[in-house]
C-alpha cells in the first residue's frame, strides 16, 4: 500500500493505489477508496462535503432562487395614455384608475403561483406611484384618491397579507426631471431610492433598469439628453444604499450585482444557461457579457431572470385584449426559464380600473391547473436506487436524497468521481413527460452535461440530455412507459452534489 499524501490543513487527497482504508493525521481523518480518492471525514466519523466548485451563491441569492416565479406590475401614467414610454410631459391628472383593487392584482398573483410582485414605483416619464417628497410629479397630484393615494403603499401592503414578498422597479432614466444628466439628479434618484428603501417593509428585490434613450421633456426642455451609463449614476455608491438599508434585497441590473437580465424580453434563457459571468466593469444598459448563456466558470455568480409580458406591452393597452398570452405559450416559457435555471418575471399591467383584466385571469388560471396538475405528484417516489458511487459510502450522501423533497440534502460522489450513474427502478411502469433535476447550489454549479436513458424493450435508449442544471432544470421529452431509467453524469468541472431529481407526467 503506497503513502497517502496529506497536505497541511488536511485538505488532499491523493492515493489512487488505496484499497479502502481510514488513516488519522494531525486530527484528521481520512477515507480514501481505490481510484476514487479520499475524502476529509468529520469527528463523527462521517464524510465531510465536498469542496464548493467556482463562484457560489449568498444567502440573498439562495432565497432569490428559491422564488423561483414571481411577477412585474406595469402600471403608471402610460395606462392611460396608451404608451409604453412616457415622455415625461404628462399630466398627473391623467392618472386615475378607476376601480383600484390591490387585492384583486395581487390575489391573481398569488392564485398564479408567484411568489412575489415588483411594482413600477417610477417608469421612465417619472411620475411617481408613491407621494414623494421630492416631486410634485406623482399621485399627490392626481385625482385619485383625492390625492391622498398611495399604490406602493397599496401594493407592498397587499403583498404582505396574501403572504409574497414585494419589490420595486426605480426608472434610473427619468424624462420629467429637470436635472436629468446632470449632478444634481443623483441626488434626487437617492432619495427617492431611500424613500421607497424606508418606508414600504421589506424588499425583495430593487430592479435598475438599463434602458436610457436620450430624449424628453426634462422639465419644459424637451431635448435630448445623452449620459454616460457607466459613469453617471455612480453604481456602487447608489447600490450601497441598498445594501445598507436592505441587505436582503436582490438587486437586478443587466448585469447584477445580485442578478441579471437574460438578455431578450421574452422570457427565454440560453441552453446552457450558467448562473455565473464575467461582467468586467459592466453597469446596467451596456452588456457586454453573454446575458443569455452566461459564462463558466465566471467571475462572479449573477443568475439570470426571465422577465416577459403576459401580453405585447409591458402596460396596458385594451387593443391587446386578445393578445394575451395562452396557458401553453405560457408553459413553454416556464420551461425555458424556470426549467433552465433562471427565475421567471412574469409581466401582469393592471388596466385602467386598476385591475388585471379578465383574458389575462383566465390564462394564468390555466397555466397554474396545469403547472400544478404535472407537479402533483413525482413519479419517481419509491423507486429503488442504485449509484455507481456515493460519496464515502455514506447515506447522508446517497441517492435516496434526491427523492426526499429536501433541496437542502444531496447525492455526492467521492472527489475524484466525475461522471457517476444512477440507476432507478420504479415500483412499477410509470409514464413520463418531464424530468427534474436540482443541484445543491450552495457547492456552486458542478455540471456540465448529463444525459438520462429509459429501458425500453430490453434495452437502454437514451431520452433526453442538457447541459446546466443549477437551481432547476426541466426538459419535456415525449411520454415515456417504463420500469427503468438511468442518469448519466457525462461531465463535470466537479464531483457532482444533485439535490432533487423528478419523473412528471404533463397532462
Ligand atoms: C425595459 C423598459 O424600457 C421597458 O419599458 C420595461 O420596463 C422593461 C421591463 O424594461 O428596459
Request: charged share 20%; hydrophobic share 35%.
Amino acid at each position: 500500500m503506497r503513502k497517502a499524501l496529506i497536505t497541511a490543513g488536511g485538505g488532499t487527497i491523493l492515493g489512487p493505489m488505496f484499497k479502502r482504508s481510514t488513516l488519522l493525521s494531525v486530527g484528521t481523518a481520512l477515507s480514501c477508496f481505490a481510484l476514487t480518492g479520499c475524502i476529509r471525514l468529520n469527528g463523527a466519523g462521517r464524510p465531510m462535503p465536498p469542496t464548493p466548485y467556482g463562484q457560489v451563491p449568498s444567502a440573498r441569492q439562495l432565497r432569490w432562487h428559491a422564488m423561483e416565479f414571481y411577477g412585474f406590475l406595469h402600471f403608471t401614467v402610460n395606462t392611460f395614455t396608451d404608451k409604453e414610454w412616457g415622455y415625461g410631459d404628462e399630466a398627473e391628472s391623467v392618472f386615475n384608475p378607476t376601480d383600484f383593487d390591490a387585492d384583486q392584482i395581487v390575489g391573481v398573483a398569488k392564485e398564479a403561483g408567484m411568489a412575489g410582485l415588483i411594482l413600477t414605483a417610477k417608469h421612465h416619464d417619472g411620475f411617481c406611484l408613491w407621494p414623494s417628497a421630492y416631486t410634485e410629479h406623482s399621485v399627490k397630484n392626481s385625482p385619485w384618491q383625492d390625492g391622498k393615494g398611495d399604490v406602493v403603499r397599496e401594493i407592498g401592503a397587499a403583498c404582505r397579507r396574501h403572504g409574497l414578498k414585494f419589490g420595486v422597479y426605480l426608472s434610473p432614466w427619468d424624462r420629467n426631471y429637470p436635472e436629468y444628466g446632470r449632478e444634481a439628479y443623483l441626488t434626487y434618484y437617492r432619495n427617492q431610492l431611500r424613500e421607497l428603501l424606508t418606508n414600504y417593509g421589506d424588499l425583495f428585490t430593487v430592479w435598475f433598469d438599463g434602458a436610457n434613450g436620450g430624449d424628453g421633456y426634462y422639465g419644459g426642455a424637451r431635448e435630448t439628453r445623452r449620459i454616460d451609463n457607466r459613469t453617471y449614476y455612480d453604481w456602487n455608491n447608489t447600490w450601497q444604499i441598498v445594501r445598507d438599508l436592505q441587505p436582503f434585497a436582490c438587486m437586478f441590473s443587466d448585469v447584477g450585482p445580485d442578478f441579471r437580465w437574460v438578455g431578450n424580453e421574452r422570457g427565454i434563457a440560453g441552453e446552457p444557461c450558467w448562473a455565473t459571468l464575467s461582467p468586467g466593469d459592466g453597469a446596467p444598459g451596456n452588456t457586454q457579457a453573454n446575458l443569455n448563456q452566461g459564462e463558466r466558470p465566471g467571475t462572479h455568480w449573477i443568475p439570470a431572470e426571465c422577465d416577459v409580458s403576459i401580453r405585447p406591452g409591458w402596460f396596458y393597452h385594451a387593443g391587446q385584449d386578445d393578445q394575451v398570452k395562452t396557458p401553453a405559450q405560457l408553459l413553454d416559457i416556464y420551461y425555458a426559464s424556470v426549467g433552465r435555471g433562471c427565475c421567471l418575471n412574469l409581466n401582469l399591467p393592471p388596466d385602467r380600473r386598476g385591475r388585471i383584466h379578465d383574458n389575462d385571469v383566465a390564462s394564468l388560471r390555466e397555466f397554474r391547473r396545469l403547472l400544478d396538475a404535472t407537479f402533483a405528484e413525482n413519479l419517481a417516489a419509491g423507486a429503488r436506487l442504485t449509484a455507481s458511487n456515493v460519496r464515502g459510502k455514506n447515506r447522508n450522501f446517497g441517492p435516496g436524497r434526491l427523492l426526499d423533497g429536501d433541496r437542502t440534502t444531496y447525492w455526492a460522489t467521492d472527489d475524484f468521481v466525475f461522471t457517476p450513474e444512477l440507476a432507478l427502478e420504479l415500483p412499477a411502469a410509470r409514464t413520463f413527460n418531464v424530468i427534474e433535476l436540482r443541484e445543491h447550489l450552495p457547492l456552486g454549479q458542478r455540471v456540465d452535461a448529463f444525459a438520462i436513458d429509459a429501458r425500453i424493450d430490453g434495452a437502454w435508449k437514451e431520452i433526453a440530455k442538457g447541459t446546466s442544471i443549477g437551481n432547476r432544470r426541466l426538459l419535456r421529452v415525449d411520454p415515456v412507459a417504463t420500469t427503468q431509467v438511468r442518469l448519466r453524469i457525462t461531465q463535470a468541472a466537479a464531483c457532482p452534489a444533485l439535490a432533487e431529481f423528478g419523473l412528471y407526467r404533463e397532462p
